[in-house]
């Protein structure tokens, strides 16, 4: 299999081929990774390369850049795969035309739901669609929230090619009591206080400032030390924004983190505020430490987050976020039971063997159909 992005900077779709990356062996799956942008200093193409994962870089200059249609083909035909698996619409521009090309089936990810773009977006969006629709033999939904939304936005799209695998991810390892003791040490969380994180990319539409605004109007009494585990372009307006509001004291900026499994084992529930999301990764990654999460009702969240296994509040609603969160810091029982909840959600639907075990059914149906 060979899958081709975008680039390798940090993202959901581009985490998920690494985690893909660490799956493959187990499910037979032999795998190559495409960029067509430079790596320049991003971590996933070092994580592939120490995996014995071959990755290469078609190194254009931009989207535009008119190289990249021959590059990318050059490169497919030397790699020869057996399906070329495409990711976001860039990917799915130029891998769907070159694997046609070669005769080589193709199947791409829908990893976004593009529900309000503006002129430019659209056009690029729905060139995105008429290229899946003429090469790709299926497209995958991450969630069902995906697949509703991009059946009824085309109505020209044949819904038998459009399928839904949830993502997965590897289980995490168990957390030793001492990583867990140096995680809450660290933030500084008071020995009966609570430790809740927001794990995700600092850019606009995550919800961070929805959390910010709820921390203030609650009371510096809660007892709970937020963390925001995640860095990106938004990080200096969003360190000022706390401050303004008066809540640095109790929010921690934990910059960019290779040791998420520890702050999660480290939490007593997650807050993922988001205003869209396909599939949250991040709560995903809650579920599997058994932790249970208050999160927006939006995208592909509640297909994660139920109400066995966490608290869903109206997008952007600061005071439904609180509401929220002081429900769930009230009552250590239900935390508990939660988890457990969240925990089984996850060994049954999002298991990176049963994300494994469904795609390999699908590349085996697509290879035998030609």
Same mark, same amino acid.
């Given at each position: 299999?060979?899958?081709?992005?975008?680039?390798?900077?940090?993202? /959901?779709?581009?985490?998920?081929?690494?985690?893909?990356?660490?799956?493959?062996?187990?499910?037979?799956?032999?795998?190559?990774?495409?960029?067509?942008?430079?790596?320049?200093?991003? +971590?996933?193409?070092?994580?592939?390369?120490?995996?014995?994962?071959?990755?290469?870089?078609?190194?254009?200059?931009?989207?535009?850049?008119?190289? /990249?249609?021959?590059?990318?083909?050059?490169?497919?035909?030397?790699?020869?795969?057996?399906?070329?698996?495409?990711?976001?619409?860039?990917?799915?521009?130029?891998?769907?035309?070159?694997?046609?090309?070669?005769?080589?089936?193709?199947?791409?990810?829908?990893?976004?739901?593009?529900?309000?773009?503006?002129?430019?977006?659209?056009?690029?969006?729905?060139?995105?669609?008429?290229?899946?629709?003429?090469?790709?033999?299926?497209?995958?939904?991450?969630?069902?929230?995906?697949?509703?939304?991009?059946?009824?936005?085309?109505?020209?799209?044949?819904? +038998?090619?459009?399928?839904?695998?949830?993502?997965?991810?590897?289980?995490?390892?168990?957390?030793?009591?001492?990583?867990?003791?140096?995680?809450?040490? $660290?933030?500084?969380? $008071?020995?009966?206080?609570?430790?809740?994180?927001?794990?995700?990319?600092?850019?606009?539409?995550?919800?961070?400032?929805?959390?910010?605004?709820?921390?203030?109007?609650?009371?510096?009494?809660?007892?709970?030390?937020?963390?925001?585990?995640?860095?990106?372009?938004?990080?200096?307006?969003?360190?000022?924004?706390?401050?303004?509001?008066?809540?640095?004291?109790?929010? +921690?900026?934990?910059?960019?983190?290779?040791?998420?499994?520890?702050?999660?084992?480290?939490?007593?529930?997650?807050?993922?505020?988001?205003?869209?999301?396909?599939?949250?990764?991040?709560?995903?990654?809650?579920?599997?430490?058994?932790?249970?999460?208050?999160?927006?009702?939006?995208?592909?969240?509640?297909?994660?987050?139920?109400?066995?296994?966490?608290?869903?509040?109206?997008?952007?609603?600061?005071?439904?976020?609180?509401?929220?969160?002081?429900?769930?810091?009230?009552?250590?029982?239900? +935390?508990?039971?939660?988890?457990?909840?969240?925990?089984?959600?996850?060994?049954?639907?999002?298991?990176?063997?049963?994300?494994?075990?469904?795609?390999?059914?699908?590349?085996? $149906?697509?290879?035998?159909?030609?």
């Amino acid at each position: 299999m060979c899958h081709v992005i975008h680039d390798l900077g940090p993202g /959901g779709a581009e985490k998920l081929i690494v985690d893909l990356a660490r799956l493959a062996p187990e499910g037979g799956i032999d795998l190559s990774v495409v960029s067509l942008m430079p790596f320049g200093d991003h +971590r996933y193409p070092r994580v592939l390369d120490s995996l014995g994962i071959p990755v290469r870089s078609l190194e254009l200059r931009s989207r535009y850049d008119p190289r /990249g249609a021959s590059r990318l083909t050059a490169t497919l035909a030397g790699l020869d795969p057996d399906i070329v698996h495409t990711h976001l619409k860039h990917a799915d521009l130029l891998g769907g035309q070159a694997a046609a090309d070669l005769g080589i089936p193709q199947v791409s990810s829908l990893h976004v739901i593009e529900d309000a773009p503006g002129p430019v977006a659209r056009l690029k969006r729905d060139a995105g669609m008429r290229t899946r629709e003429r090469t790709a033999a299926r497209t995958i939904a991450v969630s069902d929230a995906v697949r509703a939304w991009y059946l009824d936005t085309f109505a020209n799209v044949d819904p +038998r090619r459009v399928v839904v695998i949830h993502n997965g991810i590897p289980a995490p390892p168990e957390i030793p009591e001492p990583r867990i003791a140096a995680a809450r040490a $660290e933030f500084d969380v $008071e020995p009966h206080g609570l430790l809740v994180p927001l794990v995700a990319i600092m850019r606009p539409g995550k919800g961070h400032e929805d959390l910010l605004e709820a921390v203030s109007l609650m009371t510096a009494e809660s007892g709970i030390t937020f963390v925001f585990a995640g860095s990106g372009p938004e990080e200096g307006r969003l360190r000022q924004l706390a401050a303004r509001v008066g809540v640095e004291d109790r929010v +921690r900026f934990a910059g960019y983190r290779t040791d998420v499994p520890e702050i999660l084992a480290a939490s007593d529930f997650v807050v993922h505020p988001t205003h869209a999301d396909a599939l949250p990764t991040a709560v995903v990654q809650a579920a599997a430490a058994s932790v249970p999460a208050v999160a927006t009702e939006v995208g592909g969240v509640p297909e994660v987050v139920t109400p066995d296994t966490g608290i869903l509040v109206p997008v952007g609603d600061p005071a439904a976020l609180v509401d929220g969160i002081i429900a769930m810091a009230a009552d250590g029982d239900r +935390r508990d039971w939660m988890g457990k909840r969240a925990k089984e959600r996850f060994d049954e639907m999002f298991d990176g063997r049963v994300w494994l075990r469904r795609l390999r059914e699908l590349y085996d $149906e697509v290879v035998a159909q030609g």
